[in-house]
């Protein structure tokens, strides 16, 4: 048996609710949003806990060791995306302008505003539960627009999210009909943060 203890920081549920009130997208969505986010955040530190306890007793190698580190990218995945995009929201939004650092950022990968925004909103009404997000490339600083797949799959290793938006029914649902998937994304666009975002572009 191992006898050293493996030090871990538990992670603490951020708080949101500075977001009620936003445009389009109802409070009562919201409120059900938040507490999945915070089962996110729970069952990342059980999953933690419960590796950490295996390691120590020197099981790493076992099935239910394996079955446990599996789970990592989907939990840790949707606890950290979560609080990206609660993140880049703020109540009434703000406008990207072209002259801003991110408004030209976009424009040198995609010439335009407007042909960035179509096709981040072409990949968000994309079929299936996900995630549109905006990266940036660290190495090149270009960049681009991916969908990913539940939390995990799809992810760029190392790109860095500028401007995630969660298209899991849950996020918009309620508030709208099946088909209304691009009512949500215009939604969601009149509520982002932009100054937020640029603060995570890698300059």
């Given at each position: 048996?191992?006898?050293?203890?493996?030090?871990?920081?538990?992670y603490v549920?951020?708080?949101?609710?500075?977001?009620?009130?936003?445009?389009?997208?109802?409070?009562?969505?919201?409120?059900?949003?938040?507490?999945?986010?915070?089962?996110?955040?729970?069952?990342?530190?059980?999953?933690?806990?419960?590796?950490?306890?295996?390691?120590?007793?020197?099981?790493?190698?076992?099935?239910?060791?394996?079955?446990?580190?599996?789970?990592?990218?989907?939990?840790?995945?949707?606890?950290?995306?979560?609080?990206?995009?609660?993140?880049?929201?703020?109540?009434?939004?703000?406008?990207?302008?072209?002259?801003?650092?991110?408004?030209k950022a976009?424009?040198?990968?995609?010439?335009?505003?407007?042909?960035?925004?179509?096709?981040?909103f072409k990949?968000?009404?994309?079929?299936?539960?996900?995630?549109?997000?905006?990266?940036?490339?660290?190495?090149?600083?270009?960049?681009?627009?991916?969908?990913?797949?539940?939390?995990?799959?799809?992810?760029?290793?190392?790109?860095?999210?500028?401007?995630?938006?969660?298209?899991?029914?849950?996020?918009?649902?309620?508030?709208?009909?099946?088909?209304?998937?691009?009512?949500?994304?215009?939604?969601?666009?009149?509520?982002?943060?932009?100054?937020?975002?640029?603060?995570?572009?890698?300059?």
């Amino acid at each position: 048996m191992l006898q050293n203890k493996i030090a871990y920081k538990p992670y603490v549920e951020q708080d949101f609710k500075h977001l009620l009130g936003l445009t389009g997208i109802s409070d009562n969505t919201l409120e059900i949003h938040f507490k999945l986010y915070a089962g996110y955040v729970a069952n990342t530190n059980t999953l933690n806990q419960k590796v950490i306890e295996l390691t120590e007793a020197g099981k790493s190698g076992t099935p239910e060791y394996a079955e446990l580190k599996r789970r990592y990218g989907f939990e840790y995945n949707g606890m950290r995306l979560h609080e990206y995009y609660f993140g880049n929201l703020k109540v009434g939004g703000s406008e990207l302008k072209e002259s801003s650092e991110i408004g030209k950022a976009i424009i040198d990968t995609y010439g335009s505003i407007e042909t960035w925004k179509n096709d981040f909103f072409k990949v968000g009404a994309m079929r299936g539960v996900g995630w549109a997000i905006l990266f940036q490339d660290p190495e090149t600083k270009v960049l681009s627009n991916h969908w990913i797949t539940l939390h995990e799959e799809g992810n760029i290793a190392g790109f860095k999210p500028l401007l995630v938006m969660d298209v899991w029914e849950h996020a918009w649902l309620l508030d709208y009909k099946p088909a209304d998937r691009p009512k949500y994304i215009e939604a969601f666009y009149a509520n982002v943060d932009w100054a937020k975002v640029e603060s995570r572009l890698i300059k």
